[in-house]
């Protein structure tokens, strides 16, 4: 997802002031514009740079020619009524394209877009109702929606669910809070040691499962901790408030990633990849996200 990550990774300045400054949030409409207040850029080349941005990324493609030179775009639509984000370095689409794909929507109010992403995720990435893994979603598909993967990528709920909130919200629409809590029910009641399949964040250490499987369920990835993304949860979420909240401030969501941020890393590769987990754990540690 390069393209895509190209966008969200822009964002990352107000990962870094956030991280200088100690501060937190729930999302919040009226949070100042950092790129004007830290770049000194005027709202008027900001909104000119978003537009270009999204024109290069989210301007409809065909699909038939997404190789050809010249292609930009990540954003294919599916009849009239879905649409996909295409993963363009493996040909397949992943629930961290869509989840993504929907948080730019919402955030740029970009509904009819948003709308089409959310739809073509239920169709085909949400698991059956009689699958242990109800209320998750597959991680990788092909194009024209097989399930590939076998289980989820945690980042992609936490991404459709925050979105989903932030949408009720932004278009004053509930249903779209009544999906996200729908999503959190599901994945907060799994009978692990019966089912292999796990809740999405474990209960003693409320820290997010790398994935909810049997192999894997016992540790987390700090690119997915998003504590301001769990201080929305604890406002919004119908349910298990006191969870969320706790698991953004008193579960080492935050600590767990300045703790990964002091560890002097290893030379070479290993160095290189710590220090992208890094970079992404501090871009996901900010509070500052605009509706």
């Known amino acids: 997802m390069a393209k ?64 050809a030179d010249g292609q930009q775009t990540v954003y294919y639509e599916v009849g009239d009524t879905m649409v996909i984000i295409l993963d363009t370095g493996n040909n397949d689409v992943r629930t961290e394209g869509m989840s993504y794909g929907m948080m730019i929507s919402v955030q740029l109010d970009k509904r009819a877009e948003f709308d089409k992403l959310w739809r073509w995720a239920k169709a085909y990435m949400a698991y059956p109702t009689d699958s242990p893994w109800d209320g998750y979603f597959c991680w990788q598909c092909s194009i024209d929606g097989t399930k590939i993967g076998g289980s989820n990528a945690s980042d992609g709920e936490i991404y459709f669910v925050t979105a989903l909130f932030m949408a009720a919200d932004k278009w004053g629409e509930p249903r779209y809070a009544d999906e996200a809590n729908e999503i959190l029910r599901k994945v907060s009641s799994k009978d692990g040691p019966a089912t292999g399949v796990y809740n999405l964040y474990d209960d003693s250490t409320r820290l997010v499962t790398f994935v909810p499987n049997e192999e894997v369920h016992w540790f987390s990835d700090p690119s997915y901790c998003l504590p301001a993304f769990l201080d929305l949860w604890a406002e919004k979420a119908d349910a298990r408030n006191d969870f969320w909240r706790n698991a953004a401030d008193k579960a080492l969501a935050r600590e767990y990633v300045q703790r990964l941020w002091d560890v002097r890393p290893p030379t070479g590769k290993w160095r290189y990849y710590v220090g992208m987990v890094y970079f992404l754990s501090m871009l996901h540690v900010s509070g500052h996200f605009n509706f």
């Open 4 to 67: 895509l990550q190209t966008i969200v990774l822009a964002t990352a300045l107000l990962a870094v002031w956030s991280a200088c400054a100690g501060h937190h949030a729930v999302l919040s409409a009226t949070d100042h514009n950092l790129f004007t207040s830290l770049l000194d850029k005027s709202q008027t080349e900001v909104d000119a740079r978003i537009d270009s941005i999204w024109a290069h990324f989210f301007t409809p493609g065909d699909l038939s020619r997404y190789e």
